[in-house]
């Protein structure tokens, strides 16, 4: 479904990925694991058009994206959420979601477009009050995000995500900062996505969390692919063991 090919990035002369080459699976859930500043959310952004590779290639459904806009990456059907949320602290949860409808405008007009009536507002708002009940959001809804806790936003940014049904997720450290019974949880979410045939590709420290999810994981160490096949065979390589899970699980 979605195929990186020698995928590689400078950043001055520290190449930050380097010959980056594997496949995502349609359907299923992959997981993108590595010491901090691996290049993880590097790929993230190129894959997602925020960044230009300097080589390689990428394919989504066999047709070549590199280095295309974000807007036409999103328009093919692949979305994502990020490493420090992307949300506005201005308008209310629900609003925020009408975003991941109509992009990222101006809070005033938000606000005007909630206004209007007719059929389409009608099939907005259906599918805003959809994502917020997967989600267990939509009690918060008229919450400003600054009234809400951390998790609670967690959840709206994968709700944001997802209300445009992409075909693929891309979720950057879904489970960092959530207490135990909000992981639980999301990993409840993510289950249910990929049974309506969503594919989930996500960068994630919590080895607990990706062991219970992922039917496959990618590690990367100083830009480099070092070990790619199921939580198993990750977890018993003993480079992947050196260079970051050490001798348990983080």
């Known amino acids: 479904m979605l195929q990186i090919k020698n995928t590689g990035i400078n950043f001055g002369g520290v190449k930050a990925l380097d010959n980056v080459s594997f496949n995502v699976s349609y359907g299923r859930i992959t997981a993108l694991i590595g010491p901090n500043g691996a290049g993880k959310t590097t790929l993230f952004n190129i ?5 230009k590779s300097n080589t390689g290639e990428i394919f989504f459904e066999n047709e070549n994206i590199t280095n295309s806009q974000p807007y036409h990456i999103f328009a093919k059907g692949i979305s994502r959420t990020f490493q420090n949320l992307n949300l506005i602290s201005e308008v209310s949860l629900k609003e925020n979601l009408l975003l991941g409808i109509i992009g990222k405008d101006n809070p005033s ?16 708002e259906k599918k805003i009050h959809h994502c917020m009940e997967i989600t267990g959001i939509s009690e918060w809804c008229d919450k400003k995000t600054d009234e809400v806790p951390y998790g609670i936003l967690k959840y709206l940014e994968i709700a944001r995500a997802i209300i445009n049904e992409p075909k693929i997720l891309l979720l950057d450290e879904p489970a960092a900062g959530l207490n135990n019974v909000e992981k639980e949880n999301l990993m409840e979410l993510i289950k249910f996505l990929t049974s309506k045939n969503m594919t989930i590709f996500m960068v994630e420290h919590d080895m607990n969390f990706v062991s219970n999810l992922a039917d496959n ?22 480079e992947v063991i050196k260079a970051y899970l050490g001798d348990s699980d983080a």
């Not at 005007?112 to 009608?122: A, C, D, Q, V």
């Not at 994981?217 to 003993?238: D, F, M, P, Q, T």
Request: aromatic residues 12%; hydrophobic residues 35%.
């Open 47 to 51: 894959i997602t058009g925020f960044l």
């Open 109 to 124: 007009s938000v606000k005007s477009l909630l206004r209007l009536n007719g059929k389409y507002w009608k099939r907005v």
């Open 217 to 238: 994981v990618i590690c990367l160490n100083y830009g480099k692919v070092i070990a790619n096949g199921s939580y198993g065979e990750i977890r018993s390589n003993e």
